[in-house]
């Protein structure tokens, strides 16, 4: 069977959205985001020769904060195939299409969310992270002191552009956060926030909640806090104060967790109630744009050759040499036959800085007969993290 992958027309969205429902369920109406035509998002669908729709997929146009810099990122969502056509390698036909497509529009990698890890892996993606959320007693939340100097205001929609600047400033000085910018993102949400506080020091924007008040107010009452942004400790205690003064009619608070910012500081960790974690997937487009385009450690230095394999994006398979210096990466053709093999997911995980080269090895990942601790040398930026579902 001929399959041809190409672009949705506005009168096709209806029928994608359709099938995206039958496998993975939903409304019986569309939310009107999904038949929107935005900016930068492309829509691909895989037709057979009759004109019918046998699968589509969704690619975003984000970018990620990694080192400092932006790097361009091809979102992967709504993947979906009709069900008589799955298990025939649709799926990764039209992963292969975004890889393409993404790539002469510049992206350096790409990530996505997986409703079955076996199939993106096999497309070279691997978990990089988990998204993770923290159910708290409200009560259990410290409140903050009066004499901290911050000044607490409520917000509205006018004030997203100042909570996206704020946002960027607490991402860009880790790796793997998205910039919040561009497709759905300069969009309207779909539906505003029950609560906004903003939170000032010196009349500069240092902290931001946004929540959804849920229903009721007994037992079972949840805020759902959308967003938790704190540049400063004083900031932090502050917000972490008003959602501890809904502790008389919300027992239940769920709050995004970036390890290591000044919210995590503040939180009662030790009272965590885990409502489970959503493991994110990346691997890379280009691996010389995945190299060249981030920023790294200023303090690491070093130099590494590898062979590394990907069977969907063939560009990438060859002999590398990885060189870091000063905060600049490079990615070259080695000189000379590595003694190190590298798969694209081994890169992947590695990129994310989540593992070792040995670990990386004993997963099945990386061989050759050098010793595969060289491969830190790709780790050895912080491990990324991701605060957004896509």
């Not at 000379?336 to 997911?345: A, N």
């Amino acid at each position: 069977m001929t399959v041809v992958v190409r672009e949705l027309t506005r009168d096709e969205l209806v029928p994608a959205w359709e099938m995206g429902r039958l496998a993975f369920g939903g409304a019986a109406e569309p939310p009107p985001q999904t038949m929107r035509v935005v900016p930068g998002v492309s829509r691909l669908g895989a037709f057979d020769e009759r004109g019918r729709l046998l699968g589509k997929i969704v690619e975003l146009p984000h970018e990620h904060w990694w080192g400092g810099r932006r790097v361009p990122a091809a979102g992967v969502s709504g993947v979906a195939v009709a069900p008589e056509s799955r298990g025939g390698g649709l799926t990764r036909e039209l992963l292969g299409a975004v890889l393409a497509q993404a790539r002469d529009r510049g992206a350096a990698v790409s990530t996505l969310y997986p409703t079955v890890s076996a199939v993106y892996r096999s497309a070279g993606w691997e978990v990089g992270g988990m998204l993770r959320a923290a159910d708290l007693d409200t009560a259990s939340l410290p409140r903050p002191r009066d004499d901290e100097g911050v000044a607490l205001r409520p917000g509205d929609a006018d004030d997203s552009p100042a909570v996206t600047d704020l946002y960027e400033r607490l991402a860009r000085e880790r790796d793997g956060l998205l910039t919040r910018r561009g497709g759905f993102f300069d969009e309207p949400p779909a539906q505003a926030p029950d609560a906004v506080t903003l939170a000032y020091e010196d009349g500069v924007l240092t902290g931001a909640l946004v929540l959804d008040r849920g229903r009721g107010y007994g037992p079972d009452a949840r805020l759902d806090v959308r967003q938790l942004l704190a540049v400063t400790p004083a900031a932090a205690r502050a917000l972490v104060g008003v959602l501890a003064g809904w502790r008389t009619v919300a027992r239940t608070v769920r709050v995004p967790l970036l390890a290591g910012d000044a919210v995590s500081a503040v939180l009662p960790l030790e009272r965590v109630t885990d409502p489970g974690t959503t493991a994110w997937m990346l691997r890379p487009v280009d691996v010389v744009r995945a190299v060249e385009a981030r920023g790294w450690p200023a303090h690491v230095r070093g130099r590494v050759a590898f062979r590394l394999t990907d069977a969907l994006a063939p560009w990438n398979t060859g002999d590398w040499e990885l060189g870091i210096e000063g905060g600049e990466g490079t990615l070259v053709p080695a000189r000379g036959e590595p003694d190190l093999v590298l798969d694209v997911r081994g890169f992947a995980v590695l990129y994310c800085g989540g593992t070792s080269g040995r670990a990386v090895a004993q997963a099945g990942l990386a061989g050759g007969p050098g010793d595969p601790a060289a491969l830190d040398l790709l780790a050895s930026g912080p491990a990324a993290q991701l605060l957004d579902y896509f």
